[in-house]
Structure formats: structure tokens, C-alpha cells
């Protein structure tokens, strides 16, 4: 089991930059797939970025080339750095662990931070 906690959210102006943290405790964030979700007012989630445990990682088209995700082994974080933020970037979001062993699905949620860009 895995223990995730999101920090880093805030009110930025458009064009500004913000990096997400989400602190795992429990497991090593490593032996899972790591992912930022986002869910604005009124929207289903979406999913913005991914990485594996070897690092490979993935985005939106919405965010490529602006937000990048990574972790810190020793922090056992994973973080969100996004630049160039947009209004349409304002969202809560969300990290996520996932992985499937032995035909078992596990799945875990922070509790969200909010981003706020403002125009």
C-alpha cells in the first residue's frame, strides 16, 4: 500500500511556473506507474503525464513541451513542473498510483491540490 500527498498548488498568473509534489510513503514510488491527474469545475478527470518506474514518461498534447514530471528517489517524490501555465491549466490535481501484480489492481489517490492561473 501507498500513502500519496499532494503539495505546491497556488494562484499564478498565466505564463507563470508551479511544481507539484506528491510525497509517497508506504511502498517506493518506483514499483508503480506514477501519474497527474486533473479534474476542472463542471469536467471529468483527465490525465496529464505518467512515468514508469524505469522513467519512461508520457503527456497530454495539452501539456507537452510545458509541464514535466519526475521523482526523487531519496524523497521517494514524484513531481509536477509546470511552466508557461495557461487559465485552461486552472484544475485541482490529482496524483496517482497504479500498478497490477499477480492479477491484483492497486490503485491510490492524494487528496489534490488546487492550481489557480489567472489571466
Known amino acids: 500500500q501507498v500513502q500519496l500527498v499532494e503539495s505546491g498548488g497556488g494562484l499564478v498568473q498565466a505564463g507563470g511556473s508551479l511544481r507539484l509534489s506528491c510525497a509517497a510513503s508506504?511502498?517506493?514510488?518506483?514499483?508503480?506507474?506514477m501519474a497527474w491527474y486533473r479534474q476542472a469545475p463542471g469536467k471529468q478527470r483527465e490525465l496529464v503525464a505518467t512515468m514508469t518506474g524505469d522513467s519512461t514518461t508520457t503527456y497530454a498534447d495539452s501539456v507537452k513541451g510545458r509541464f514535466t514530471i519526475s521523482g526523487d528517489n531519496a524523497k521517494n517524490t514524484v513531481y509536477l513542473q509546470m511552466n508557461s501555465l495557461k487559465p485552461e491549466d486552472t484544475a485541482a490535481y490529482y496524483c496517482n498510483a497504479w500498478r497490477r501484480s499477480l492479477g491484483v489492481t492497486r490503485n491510490y489517490w492524494g487528496q489534490g491540490t488546487q492550481v489557480t492561473v489567472s489571466s
Open positions: 508506504g511502498s517506493s514510488f518506483r514499483t508503480y506507474v
